[in-house]
């Protein structure tokens, strides 16, 4: 059974560009959560797409949003990134109370 | 953002020693999750608790889920070189899905031969 899968695996961008993150879940899980991780800040949720709805929201800027498509798969995007938007961003596949994570996608804003 | 707070931050030890390590909130949370993390990859689930006063195993990883909802803690015993890494707690407080998870501040093992 395949993993989570995110793309790209690495990234960098400059400040006031935008960038859009993918997210494949695990086959049968239609919830996709996604997370960032910084060194100050450690592992802050983001939001929570399920069957294409955002259940929850956490509590970042309106740069970062998100989508999730009826296979499940879901892309995060950041507009107008600043330099504080470097970070390791983590997508979660759930299902019930368990949240399987990928690889990530290491941002760099420079 | 909220973060639980995980104590030690970190930890030097010997191969063949036990471990432990705890994580304590102010809020109350439905399940608590254990994860390990590697360097350049994301947390991977450990042990999953649902229940207060729970005590969980999984080889040698044994969790506990405290009476009072606020706390946890994770043993590890025998360590092994490859339990070097970073372990996270993570507290949930709504059921029945995998949302909006709050995590620790996390501990990093080091495992010395």
């Known amino acids: 059974k395949a993993g989570v899968t995110q793309t790209p695996r690495y990234l960098i961008k400059t400040r006031g560009q935008q960038v859009t993150l993918s997210c494949s879940p695990i086959?049968?899980?239609?919830?996709v959560s996604w997370y960032q991780q910084t060194p100050g800040q450690g592992l802050q949720f983001l939001f929570e797409y399920f069957s294409e709805t955002q259940r929850n929201k956490g509590n970042f800027p309106g740069r970062f949003s998100g989508r999730q498509f009826s296979n499940s798969r879901s892309e995060m995007n950041v507009s107008t990134l600043e330099l504080g938007d470097s970070a390791l961003y983590l997508c979660a596949s759930g299902y019930g109370t368990e949240a399987f994570f990928g690889q990530g996608t290491r941002l760099t804003v420079v | 953002g909220q973060q639980l707070n995980q104590s030690p931050q970190s930890m030097f030890i010997q191969e063949g020693e036990d471990v432990s390590m705890n994580c304590t909130s102010s809020?109350?949370?439905?399940?608590w999750l254990w994860y390990k993390q590697d360097p350049g990859e994301g947390p991977v689930l450990l042990i999953a608790l649902y229940k207060a006063g729970e005590l969980t195993s999984n080889g040698r990883l044994t969790a506990q889920f405290g009476i009072t909802r606020k706390d946890s803690f994770l043993n590890i015993s025998a360590s092994i070189p490859s339990d070097v890494g970073i372990y996270f707690c993570?507290?949930?407080?709504?059921?029945?899905?995998?949302?909006?998870?709050?995590f620790g501040t996390g501990t990093r093992l080091q495992v010395t031969l």
């Open positions: 993570a507290g949930q407080l709504n059921t029945g899905t995998a949302s909006k998870l709050t």
């Open positions: 809020s109350i949370f439905n399940t």
């Open positions: 086959s049968g899980h239609r919830s």
